[in-house]
C-alpha cells in the first residue's frame, strides 16, 4: 500500500498506467513504454494526459522490473511537483497480474479506479475525465469505444471466410476504462481466467459495463507502423504556429515638446503630442504585439486616464506589452516597423534606434522610413504616422 505524505490531498481517483510490455513486435530491444517517441518516450507521453486531469488523482506506473529505476526517474520529471501522487511498481508475468500489483498499491481513499495501456500515449486528458465521469453517473464499468468502420468476417484455420458479422452492434475498445474501486478487487479477486481487458474481468464478475465515446488518438502502438504513426504525430504537435499583427500609431507635431522617437531623444526636433512623450514608434511596436497575441490594444491596458503613465517614455510600454505577450506563452519572432514622416531622418540613427529595441523586445527589430511626397497631413509636416508588424509563435 502506498504511504501519502501528511497533510497532502487523499484523492478518490486513482489511474493505474500499465508499462510492463516488453515490446516484442516493435523489435527494438528495450521495453515499449521506454521507446521513444520524438523527443519523449511513450511512457513519458501517456503520463502526460494523466497529470493534465483536473482533480487530484493518485497515479500508479506499473513497469518492466528490469527498468524500475529508470521508470521512476521518468515518472518522478513528467509528475514534478505532483511527485508524491505518484508510485511506480514492477509489473506481473500477464497483464492481469500486472493491473493486480498496481491495485495492491491504491490508497484507501481512491473510490474509482482506472486502468490505462501506456501504448495509447496520445490519449487526451478528456477521455480520462469522461470514464470517471461514466463510472461516477452509473456506478459501473465504463469503457472508451469506436465504432467499427471496417466490414468484419470470420475465417476458419484455413484462411476459408465462414461469416459476415453485422458491424452495427460491434465496437473497438480503448483505455483507459474505469471501474469503482472496490467492485474492481472484488472482480480481480474472483477471477480464475485471463482476460485481455479489465472491462472482461469486471464483466465476468457480473457487474455492468457502459461505454463512451473514445477519440482516434487513442490509438495502440503495437507494430513499427503505429510507431511511424506516432512519430508523425509527435512532429507535428512540435510545429509552432505563427501570428502576425499591425499596429499603427500618430501623433501631431508639438513644438512645446522634446521629441523622443524609437526611444531616442532627437535634441533641435520638435516633438510630439501625447499623454505620455508621444513616442509613435514605441506605440505601434506595442500595438502589433498586442494584436498579434489577441490581448487588446495599448489605449485599453495604458490608458490616458492613467497618471502613472503621464510623460512616460516608450521603453515603459515595450517592456510591459512585451511582458504581457511572453506571459501569455508566447515566442516574439520580429517586429517590422515603418516610419510615415518627412523628419526627422531616421538614417543616421537607424541602427541605434534597432539596436535599443531589439533590446527591449528580445527578437529582432527593423526600422525603415518613407515619405507621402508631400500628400496628406504627414507630407505636410503636420506629425508622424508609424505602421508596425509583429511575429510571434506559440508551440501547438
Not at 51 to 64: C, E, I, K, L, Y
Not at 212 to 221: S, T
Request: contains cysteine; charged residues 15%; negative net charge.
Amino acid at each position: 500500500m502506498s504511504v501519502w505524505p501528511s497533510g497532502g490531498v487523499r484523492p478518490a481517483v486513482g489511474v493505474i498506467v500499465v508499462a510492463a510490455g516488453s515490446g516484442t513486435r516493435l523489435g527494438l530491444g528495450i521495453p515499449k513504454a521506454l521507446v521513444a517517441v520524438g523527443e519523449e518516450s511513450i511512457l513519458h507521453r501517456s503520463l502526460g494526459a494523466v497529470f493534465g486531469m483536473a482533480d487530484p488523482t493518485q497515479v500508479v506506473v506499473v513497469g518492466p522490473e528490469s527498468h524500475l529505476a529508470e521508470c521512476r526517474q521518468l515518472v518522478a520529471t513528467v509528475a514534478g511537483a505532483a511527485s508524491s501522487y505518484a508510485t511506480v511498481v514492477a509489473g506481473g508475468d500477464s497483464r492481469q497480474q500486472s493491473v493486480a500489483a498496481g491495485l495492491a498499491q491504491l490508497l484507501p481513499s481512491v473510490r474509482t479506479v482506472l486502468v490505462h495501456d501506456s501504448a495509447r500515449a496520445f490519449t487526451p486528458t478528456a477521455q480520462f475525465e469522461r470514464v470517471v465521469a461514466a463510472v461516477a453517473a452509473t456506478g459501473g464499468g465504463a469503457i472508451p469505444v469506436l465504432p467499427v468502420t471496417d466490414t468484419i468476417k470470420t475465417a476458419d484455420a484455413e484462411g476459408i471466410v465462414t461469416a459476415t458479422l453485422d458491424r452495427s452492434s460491434m465496437v473497438a475498445v480503448q483505455t483507459p476504462q474505469g471501474f469503482p474501486r472496490a467492485e474492481l478487487d472484488a472482480a480481480y479477486a474472483s477471477a480464475t481466467t485471463e482476460y485481455t481487458d479489465d472491462a472482461a474481468v469486471f464483466a465476468a464478475a457480473g457487474r455492468t459495463v457502459t461505454t463512451v465515446a473514445g477519440d482516434a488518438l487513442a490509438f495502440k502502438i503495437t507494430t513499427g507502423w503505429d510507431l511511424r504513426r506516432a512519430e508523425s504525430l509527435a512532429a507535428a504537435s512540435s510545429v509552432t504556429i505563427p501570428r502576425t499583427g499591425v499596429g499603427v500609431d500618430v501623433h501631431a507635431f508639438d513644438d512645446a515638446a522634446p521629441l523622443w522617437l524609437g526611444g531616442v531623444f532627437w535634441p533641435d526636433e520638435v516633438g510630439l503630442s501625447g499623454h505620455s512623450d508621444g513616442d509613435a514608434l514605441c506605440h505601434a511596436i506595442c500595438d502589433s504585439l498586442l494584436s498579434a497575441a489577441g490581448l487588446g490594444d495599448i489605449g485599453g491596458i495604458f490608458g490616458t486616464d492613467d497618471a502613472r503613465f503621464a510623460g512616460a517614455h516608450g521603453d515603459v510600454f515595450v517592456r510591459e506589452t512585451v511582458a504581457r505577450v511572453t506571459a501569455a506563452g508566447y515566442t516574439i519572432g520580429n517586429v517590422a516597423v515603418q516610419v510615415i514622416a518627412r523628419r526627422p531622418k531616421l538614417s543616421s540613427r537607424r541602427a541605434e534606434i534597432e539596436a535599443l529595441l531589439s533590446g527591449l523586445v528580445g527578437a529582432p527589430v527593423s526600422v525603415a522610413g518613407t515619405t507621402t511626397d508631400g500628400l496628406g497631413f504627414t507630407g505636410r509636416g503636420d506629425g508622424i504616422a508609424v505602421v508596425a508588424t509583429a511575429l510571434i509563435s506559440r508551440d501547438r
